[in-house]
């Protein structure tokens, strides 16, 4: 019946090789619960762009932590993750050898640990919610 309606999967699943689960868990769990899971009209696109590139993604990357997961297999063979070391994607990048040739030919290590430490986590998540809250006021307002 499923052939019939040309019906497909879409769901991700954890250890599956057909699956988006980085894309689709930020979607839910980062994006979508900051813009939230309403339609956005293409006219605001560019405003959302600018937004993601000067407030949030720069909130992400050096002020919000995430659990670092670690796979334990358990006697029977069950793997699960378990989350004893939490940090901001750029203290875990950080971790890696030789870093600097991973970067862009733009940016340094030193200029970005100038701007995680520009601000404190604390503001940095209050200054981003204040361009989002300007964000969402700017969509009632018409566009001449």
Not at 13 to 36: F, Q, T, Y
Not at 52 to 62: A, D, V, W
Request: hydrophobic share 35%; net charge positive.
């Amino acid at each position: 019946m499923l052939n019939k309606l040309l019906v497909e999967q879409t769901k991700s699943r954890p250890r599956h090789s057909n699956d988006n689960g980085l894309a689709e868990s930020k979607n839910g769990a980062v994006v979508r619960k900051h813009i939230g899971h309403g339609y956005i009209a293409g006219t605001h696109a560019g405003a959302i762009n600018d937004f993601y590139r000067e407030h949030f993604n720069p909130y992400l990357n050096f002020h919000r932590p995430c659990g670092v997961p670690e796979v334990v297999t358990e006697v029977k063979g069950k793997q699960r993750r378990v989350y004893r070391w939490y940090a901001t994607p750029w203290e875990i990048l950080r971790q890696v050898s030789d870093l600097a040739r991973h970067l862009k030919p733009e940016w340094t290590v030193q200029e970005l640990n100038r701007r995680a430490a520009r601000t404190s986590d604390t503001a940095a998540a209050r200054s981003m919610q204040r361009e989002k809250q300007k964000l969402f006021a700017s969509f009632g307002r018409k566009s001449a």
